[in-house]
């Protein structure tokens, strides 16, 4: 069973550009939740999505945005990219209600912003 | 403020010195809590969930219980593959399933 696969594994990216993210949630999973993750703050909360609507955000400015496809798959958006957004962006896929397994994590994406 | 926090940042162990991790959270209704296990760049990976007071849970050398304020997980005669960062993560009733947050973690290294 294949896991959850996020492209690309490292990007760097010069201040002022923008980024996309993409994640393959695991087979039949519809919920796909994304966070960062930074070792002054630990993985905080960006957002979730569920059948291509987002359920919830967490407190990030509106450059980061994401999207959800028909078939799960879902890309994030940094636009207008800052020192501070280099990070670990981790994507996380669950059936929905099934909390008792947890939330699958992919490797993650490491974003260099220079 | 919801908040969650782990203790010690840092631990390092001989083979076989069992110990325990410390999660210690406040938040506004529990639905459940999680503890991930994280090797260096990669991603969580799933241990355990605890929905209520009372409960532990257990899985080869690792035991997770949960009280009404914080979570432990017990190490028991570690070996130098439990090295890895646990982190602990709470999802609160008020907030959507993928809506978890998460203690900075403990960094645990086990010395053959």
């Known amino acids: 069973k294949a896991g959850v696969t996020q492209t690309p594994r490292y990007l760097i990216k010069t201040r002022g550009q923008q980024v996309t993210l993409s994640c393959s949630p695991i087979?039949?999973?519809?919920?796909v939740s994304w966070y960062q993750q930074t070792p002054g703050q630990g993985l905080q909360f960006l957002f979730e999505?569920?059948?291509?609507?987002?359920?919830n955000k967490g407190n990030f400015p509106g450059r980061f945005s994401g999207r959800q496809f028909s078939n799960s798959r879902s890309e994030m958006n940094v636009s207008t990219l800052e020192l501070g957004d280099s990070a670990l962006y981790l994507c996380?896929?669950?059936?929905?209600?099934?909390?008792?397994?947890?939330?699958?994590f992919g490797s993650g994406t490491r974003l260099t912003v220079v | 403020e919801d908040q969650v926090t782990q203790s010690p940042e840092a631990l390092r162990l001989q083979e076989g010195e069992s110990s325990s991790l410390n999660c210690s959270y406040t938040?506004?209704?529990?639905?459940?809590l999680f503890w991930y296990r994280q090797d260096p760049g990669k991603g969580p990976e799933f241990l355990f969930t605890?929905?209520?007071a009372g409960e532990e849970k257990e899985k080869e050398r690792l035991k997770a219980t949960l009280t009404k304020k914080e979570s432990f997980l017990h190490i028991t005669a570690p070996k130098p593959e439990d090295s890895a960062t646990y982190l602990c993560?709470?999802?609160?009733?008020?907030?959507?399933?993928?809506?978890?947050?998460f203690g900075k973690g403990t960094k645990l290294s086990v010395k053959p």
């Open positions: 996380a896929s669950s059936l929905a209600g099934q909390g008792e397994t947890g939330y699958t």
């Open positions: 087979s039949g999973h519809r919920s």
């Open positions: 999505y569920f059948s291509e609507t987002q359920r």
């Open positions: 938040v506004s209704g529990l639905r459940g």
């Open positions: 605890l929905y209520s």
């Open positions: 993560a709470v999802r609160r009733i008020r907030g959507s399933q993928g809506n978890l947050i």
